[in-house]
């Protein structure tokens, strides 16, 4: 059964640090790119974090470089969400999600390029 699970969310202080993680229980992803993706109240959703199948790659949202850090360890088939310095705006629910393709090169930031999601985790910094 294809099946994501992310966890790790919770009530952080601006400043403050988290890990999220994504488990893929059906250890279906292993040559899948997998992203993290957000979705405030209101708003769309929008491309947070990309892993390429290897590792080999990352890409980041420009509004998060340099504080978030995407990684993978295939061997607990878990994708991971390091969170710092975070901020009030980045208060959302968080969703992994794995690319429709295996083995694509290239990371795409488009959520309509992910065919498999996990239930969200919420986030919420407190300024």
């Known amino acids: 059964q294809v099946q994501l699970v992310e966890s790790g969310g919770g009530l952080v202080q601006a400043g403050g640090s988290l890990r999220l993680s994504c488990a893929d229980s059906?250890?279906?992803?292993?040559?899948?790119?997998m992203g993290w993706f957000r979705q405030a109240p209101g708003k769309e959703r929008e491309f947070v974090a990309a892993?390429?199948?290897?590792?080999?790659?990352?890409n980041y949202a420009d509004s998060v470089n340099g504080r978030f850090t995407i990684s993978r360890d295939s061997a607990k088939s878990t994708v991971y969400l390091h969170m710092n310095t975070l901020k009030p705006e980045d208060t959302a629910v968080y969703y992994c999600?794995?690319?429709?393709?295996?083995?694509?090169?290239?990371?795409?930031?488009?959520?309509?390029?992910?065919?498999?999601w996990g239930q969200g985790t919420q986030v919420t910094v407190s300024s």
């Open positions: 892993i390429r199948w290897d590792g080999g790659s990352t």
């Open positions: 059906g250890r279906t992803f292993r040559w899948n790119n």
């Open positions: 999600a794995a690319d429709h393709l295996q083995l694509r090169r290239m990371l795409v930031p488009s959520p309509r390029e992910y065919d498999y």
